[in-house]
């Protein structure tokens, strides 16, 4: 085929198989324009760790205030787009009032993002600084981001939330959806894999290790075979619960209680109570109390054995 051939051959696509902005209404948000606000973020959040120059104490108020601006304008504008596709009434001025809000959040969200700092490093002994880990643990970018977007999403605002929370994800391998509810010193080792869907919950000081699905064990749909939105359909996780490596817990009537520790390549669909250890035993999932258990092992080799054999064990 020839040049305009082809050309004809994709506008007649775009008529009848759709896949194309709004070329004669509202424009969806720019991708490159929503990188360049998460990248400018992250630069408000933690100034003088991403800058190819040193910043001093002195030049910091002018370049505080040239990012604030910067990401004022774009904030601005891309708000308004989101809010046009979704047909909002006087989406300019709707975006000036969210965007306000949402920049008034930011030393609140700062005060939140360094207990996640904390959180990283003392859960990894690999970890030589604070430093090491704001410049280069994943964890900062994927956690910071959704956290940001978080409160966009509570904003009201659509699309840009999602957006921002995939560009930790294509960067980290990590997917945070912007409506999970997190609480303070969270921590996700190596991140890679990791799924937290839209209805989560997760308490304060938890911990999660790569490959961990948070995820929904079903949806329910409307009599056409659609999918409901806006049911609970994800777990809720306690305060600190460590989940290791591969284990996925599924489901909007599972919880997970307090001081709770969940076993790799666990598979979890129902709740468990505070101080439970759920691990593999054979081919079963079975939930131990986790006091009885470190009891018995904590008393010395000789009775570790008897933890096997420790009441309140059952499977799942």
């Known amino acids: 085929m020839h ?27 720019s991708q490159a324009s929503v990188n360049q606000l998460a990248a ?49 009434p006087e989406p ?6 969210r965007t306000t809000a949402m920049l ?30 704001i410049v280069a643990y994943p964890c900062v970018l994927v956690i910071s981001l959704q956290r940001l977007a978080h409160v966009l999403y509570h904003l009201g605002v659509p699309l840009l939330p999602r957006m921002l929370t995939e560009y930790g994800h294509e960067r ?11 609480g303070s010193h969270f921590f996700v080792d190596h991140c890679t894999g990791v799924v937290i869907g839209e209805t989560t919950t997760v308490g304060s000081h938890v911990k999660l290790y790569q490959g961990v699905t948070l995820g929904a064990k079903s ?17 809720d996780i306690g305060d600190h619960v460590t989940i290791y490596a591969h284990a996925t817990i599924l489901g909007g009537d599972t919880s997970v209680g307090a001081h709770s520790i969940i076993g790799s390549n666990v598979w979890l669909m129902k709740s468990i109570p505070a101080d439970s250890v759920a691990l593999f ?9 986790r006091r009885k258990v470190e009891a018995l092992v904590g008393q010395g080799p000789g009775h570790a054995a008897a933890a096997d054999a420790a009441g309140g064990e059952w499977h799942i």
């Open 40 to 88: 400018d973020l992250m630069h408000l959040l933690f100034p003088g760790y991403f800058e190819e120059s040193g910043l001093t104490e002195r030049a910091l108020p002018a370049h505080v205030a040239r990012l604030l601006q910067q990401i004022d304008e774009r904030l601005v504008a891309e708000i308004e787009k989101c809010l046009r596709f979704a047909r909002v």
């Open 172 to 182: 980290t391998g990590c997917d945070i959806h912007p409506g999970a509810r997190i």
């Open 92 to 97: 300019a001025v709707a975006a000036r009032t």
């Open 281 to 289: 035993k054979g081919d079963s999932v079975v939930v131990r109390s």
């Open 3 to 29: 040049l305009d051939e082809i050309k004809h051959a994709l506008l007649a696509s775009y008529r009848t198989d759709g896949g194309i902005n709004h070329l004669d209404g509202a424009n969806l948000p």
């Open 219 to 235: 949806f329910e749909t409307d009599p056409d075979g659609n999918p409901i939105k806006g049911v609970k359909r994800h777990p």
């Open 104 to 133: 008034g959040e930011l030393p609140a969200l700062r005060k939140l993002i360094q207990t996640d700092v904390t959180a990283a490093y003392q859960g990894d002994p690999a970890a030589r600084s604070v430093e090491e880990i």
